[in-house]
């Protein structure tokens, strides 16, 4: 583990075939100490990275009109496009200067995906890069479960058929004007784990405590991040971190990050693990995750 106070840990995924103890360990006392980690020598092929960013990049050059022909009605944004200035942060009024697209679970229990026959292998790339993701996003709850104490396999019926989202994010140019909004305001994630590429530009910042702390990572570096499911789900113990994406030094240049969203399966019922219970329960209450998203979806203005 490479990490001061003052810096996100940054971990080796290399050695989860080689010490997995050693770094399921490292990784649960990120997320506890910190919510977040970058792990190095991750799996997902660099190439398809690039592609994906370039055909979203094209996407996201095309006329508004054109891109708001792929908003789908009342379903939330859970597929297809949103656009500019939609999403707006939990317990804020101004909405995030970005607009995305979501890709879900390709199968027909969930909305199905949109695709654009104007970008050359959208639909490939994209499901490519998002299965990729999925075995990623399993590896580390694989971790997350050694680092707690349980079987290696405990989430693995968890998050099998979970409502897990990709979203290809950009932040477009600002330029001569002045505006409250933030890029992303601060704000935390719903789901079990977030894991993000491609926003390897300034911006993105965590609270540590009472101090922002920079999560600047290279191209080749992957940041992953608790949300709230997995801190319920844990008690506390592992620490969902407020973030944001501030405008910058740099808010003359698009900047585009794809994130991967982590979900249980929409049934799950999500209640403290009884292990890390202690003397006190935060979270009294069970919800089950279609709930919980739904929930949040409401207050994010996105239903």
């Not at 050695?15 to 506890?32: C, V």
């Not at 891109?67 to 939609?86: Q, W, Y």
């Not at 317990?91 to 199968?107: A, I, T």
């Not at 794809?258 to 003397?279: N, Q, T, V």
Request: proline content about 4%; hydrophobic content about 35%; some cysteine.
């Amino acid at each position: 583990m490479i990490s001061t106070k003052e810096s996100i840990p940054r971990l080796d995924f290399d050695l989860f075939d080689k010490d997995k103890t050693s770094l399921a360990k490292d990784t649960i006392n990120a997320f506890h100490d910190y919510g977040f980690c970058v792990f190095f020598n991750h799996t997902i092929d660099k190439d398809l990275i690039a592609n994906c960013l370039d055909i979203y990049q094209d996407f996201f050059n095309f006329p508004d009109n054109v891109k708001e022909s792929f908003i789908v009605p009342d379903i939330g944004g859970a597929r297809g496009f949103t656009k500019f200035k939609t999403e707006t942060a939990k317990n804020y009024d101004r909405p995030d200067l970005k607009e995305f697209w979501h890709v879900g679970r390709d199968n027909l229990t969930y909305p199905k995906n949109i695709w654009i026959d104007e970008l050359k292998n959208h639909k490939k790339l994209s499901l490519d890069l998002y299965n990729q993701f999925d075995l990623l996003g399993r590896d580390i709850m694989e971790l997350i479960g050694i680092g707690l104490g349980l079987e290696s396999n405990f989430f693995n019926e968890i998050i099998e058929k979970g409502n897990s989202i990709m979203r290809i994010i950009n932040y477009p140019k600002i330029e001569n004007f002045n505006t409250d909004s933030l890029r992303a305001s601060p704000h935390e994630d719903i789901n079990f784990i977030t894991l993000l590429i491609g926003g390897h530009q300034p911006g993105l910042e965590v609270l540590n405590g009472a101090k922002w702390l920079k999560a600047d990572f290279s191209r080749d570096e992957i940041v992953v991040n608790v949300g709230d499911m997995l801190q319920r789900y844990t008690n506390k113990y592992l620490v969902s971190a407020t973030h944001r994406v501030t405008n910058g030094e740099e808010t003359n240049t698009q900047r585009i990050s794809i994130p991967f969203f982590l979900h249980p399966r929409s049934d799950f019922l999500i209640k403290p693990l009884e292990s890390l219970l202690g003397s006190h329960n935060h979270y009294p209450d069970p919800i089950t995750a279609d709930d919980y998203l739904n929930q949040r979806l409401a207050e994010i203005k996105l239903k």
